[in-house]
């Protein structure tokens, strides 16, 4: 934390009038200054600015405050970020506890100008580039780079006397059976910044072939995929004067919205939509579209984001590019027009939600119809009772049944799963709803779990594994009580559920007097390497 003495000190070096006047135009009238209120719009002025009593009031819609509350309500930014950014505009250091150790980010800085650099003497990635309708100005403003071979970056970063430890770090390197490689290897890179204009991380495509076309930095310290979203530093003052966010699946769709005119746009990390990027797209309360592809991919991904953002109240909708077409497509195609028509009038999150649920079943048939409306109950269950009193309709309209058959009934939004809620592991069901909501961590379930690990939740398991019903498990992402893991959390949450279940099956196999002796010597031998692997935090191959 940022210590008291310290924010007194910046306080001191701050002037009202000198930090209000770099965000908006003021006008000296008599003792004070005025201005039309940034925060609602008006054509006569009633922000006042009181140099002596340093502070700031708007007649018409009441907002006031001092310079640090001006800069967070203004930037969106909370109180901490607010204090950064004002120290960083007025040169002071700020001083925080002991126990707080903030992260340089100059490494990860040069190694984006490196790559930014080799772009630039690179043909083939810059001719991909200009392929896909890229200019060099969007190059330039969303500093795309290229990363080449392994050697060259280790050359790099040892030539500039970089730290590797914190290379590794910052997940620009790592070290395998042959030594220390780069993890992104003829790709192009798209820097990751936070809000605050930090950047934290790297995406990166590949052009030439590869089976993951599209990887990220690892988890770290400072880079948390769920809870980032690319081109939100460059996108957020058009969000906040907009009053909406059009989010997409990928850094080209970014670029090329940007490119065209709509500098909204926002993208997530090649992962699902979760409670951890909520509290970012709060910012401003805008509304939020959705623009994804019209595969299968992206119809899911929209599925599982519309039923999280109704449930969370959000305004906004779902755009489903069709055809084969993406967002980039379209402004590479000069379709402009047809795009902003298309994002000016999006699906309203509950019925394209209502709408991907019936789709599922055929419902000619009366089992299936029955299916349906099963599970269109369960969610209109989760909404709020005017929300299902509106569309309780809608659901017996596309069902062709009698309203009365839909159930609309207020559940408390714990309860909404109809679980017992003593009878809930949360430690169990923490792991299965980050799963469910990342579904590129299941590997670390597939080969290294059984379903017998899980005490109470194997049934939950098993849904989350059938990729055909796993959407009854939607109940994981509402519940306020269960959490999120990282990856690393997920991991050790894994290691600590295997104990158990080794260290019983070695007690039964100690205890089987059935088995031969010399087969029952080597299980034993097996289970106690498992239990000293998991023991110093590794997974183990449930096959070995």
């Not at 800085?109 to 200009?130: D, G, P």
């Not at 204009?197 to 052009?207: D, L, P, Y």
């Not at 509290?279 to 401003?284: A, M």
Request: proline letters at 3%.
């Amino acid at each position: 934390m940022i210590t008291k003495d310290s924010i007194e000190n910046l306080k001191s070096h701050l002037d009202v009038v000198d930090v209000i006047s770099q965000f908006i135009e003021l006008k000296k009238t008599g003792a004070n200054f005025k201005a039309c209120c940034p925060f609602h719009g008006e054509d006569t002025p009633s922000f006042v600015v009181s140099p002596a009593k340093q502070i700031y009031h708007c007649f018409g819609c009441g907002v006031g405050g001092d310079s640090i509350k001006f800069v967070m309500e203004y930037e969106k930014l909370s109180y901490p970020e607010s204090l950064e950014k004002l120290a960083s505009m007025y040169n002071v250091s700020l001083e925080h506890d002991t126990n707080y150790k903030k992260q340089d980010t100059t490494l990860i800085t040069k190694i984006n100008q490196y790559y930014q650099k080799l772009l630039v003497h690179n043909k083939e990635a810059s001719q991909y580039l200009s392929s896909r309708g890229i200019s060099n100005s969007s190059i330039e403003k969303f500093e795309i780079g290229y990363a080449s071979n392994s050697n060259d970056t280790i050359n790099f970063l040892k030539s500039n006397f970089l730290n590797l430890a914190d290379a590794k770090e910052f997940g620009i390197i790592d070290s395998g059976e042959n030594g220390l490689y780069a993890r992104f290897i003829n790709r192009i890179t798209f820097p990751i910044y936070t809000i605050t204009g930090n950047i934290v991380g790297f995406g990166g495509r590949i052009i030439t072939g590869h089976n993951a076309k599209y990887i990220n930095s690892p988890q770290t310290k400072l880079f948390n995929k769920s809870r980032l979203l690319y081109g939100y530093h460059l996108a957020k003052d058009s969000i906040y004067k907009n009053k909406s966010v059009i989010v997409t699946e990928g850094y080209l769709d970014v670029v090329m919205l940007h490119q065209a005119g709509f500098t909204n746009s926002v993208a997530t990390l090649g992962t699902a939509l979760t409670n951890e990027h909520l509290p970012l797209l709060k910012r401003g309360e805008p509304k939020i579209i959705l623009a994804y592809d019209g595969d299968s991919a992206g119809l899911n991904a929209a599925y599982k984001a519309s039923l999280l953002l109704s449930h969370s109240n959000f305004l906004g909708g779902v755009v489903i590019f069709k055809d084969g077409y993406d967002p980039a497509d379209m402004v590479v195609n000069d379709k402009i027009d047809q795009l902003n028509e298309m994002l000016l009038n999006p699906i309203p999150f509950i019925p394209y939600t209502i709408d991907f649920i019936i789709k599922k079943y055929d419902i000619e048939d009366p089992l299936q119809k029955q299916q349906a409306l099963k599970e269109s109950n369960d969610y209109l269950q989760t909404l709020s009772p005017i929300l299902q009193e509106e569309y309780a309709t809608l659901i017996a309209r596309k069902l062709n049944l009698n309203n009365n058959l839909v159930q609309v009934k207020h559940f408390d939004t714990q309860k909404s799963s109809n679980v017992n809620l003593s009878s809930l592991d949360i430690a169990e069901l923490n792991i299965i709803r980050t799963l469910y909501e990342d579904d590129t961590l299941l590997y670390m379930v597939q080969d290294n779990i059984v379903k017998d690990m899980f005490q109470t939740h194997k049934q939950e398991l098993e849904i989350l594994l059938d990729e055909d019903n796993k959407d009854k498990l939607v109940w994981l992402s509402l519940h306020e009580q269960l959490k999120t893991y990282t990856q690393d959390e997920l991991k050790r949450q894994l290691v600590l559920l295997s104990i158990p279940y080794y260290n019983k099956q070695l007690q039964q196999i100690t205890q089987d007097k059935d088995i031969d002796f010399r087969r029952r010597t080597q299980i034993i031998r097996a289970l106690k390497d498992k239990l000293r692997d998991l023991k110093s935090g590794k997974l183990v191959n449930i096959q070995n």
